[in-house]
């Protein structure tokens, strides 16, 4: 069910900017959460991942200076697992981040992003 707009953006990721630019120019109302200091819950995050073809996995940033620090690469997880993580690392989050409650967009893609505004 469609729902009201969630993004979770980092101010200064040049990705969020456009995706917030994005959601500004659409007049779509959203509510805009720093993914850092109000990052998605354990909860939020087992029901975005639901959304999204991929899982958990589509929210791990691989390239992020934090995935380096706990050399994590090559490391497989299990979905709950990552979850888990993801939920005690937001620095771990790809961005932006952006629901509607029925849909979730990953990273800046703006034909995804604008598929999901036109719903």
């Known amino acids: 069910m469609k729902g009201p707009i969630i993004a979770f953006l980092y101010p200064r990721c040049t990705s969020c900017a456009k995706a917030k630019t994005d959601l500004l ?3 779509a109302a959203f509510q805009e959460r720093h993914i850092r200091k109000d990052p998605p819950t354990r909860t939020e995050l087992a029901e975005l991942a639901s959304m999204h073809p991929h899982g958990a ?36 989050l790809r961005r932006p981040i952006i629901s509607d409650g029925s849909s979730v967009v990953v990273g800046y ?11």
């Open 57 to 92: 996995r589509a929210f791990l940033s691989q390239r992020s200076v934090r995935f380096r620090e706990l050399g994590l690469a090559g490391r497989e997880f299990a979905e709950e697992e990552l979850l888990d993580l993801l939920a005690r690392e937001p620095n771990l």
């Open 109 to 119: 893609d703006r034909p995804a992003l604008q598929a999901l505004l036109a719903r």
């Open 25 to 27: 120019r659409s007049g």
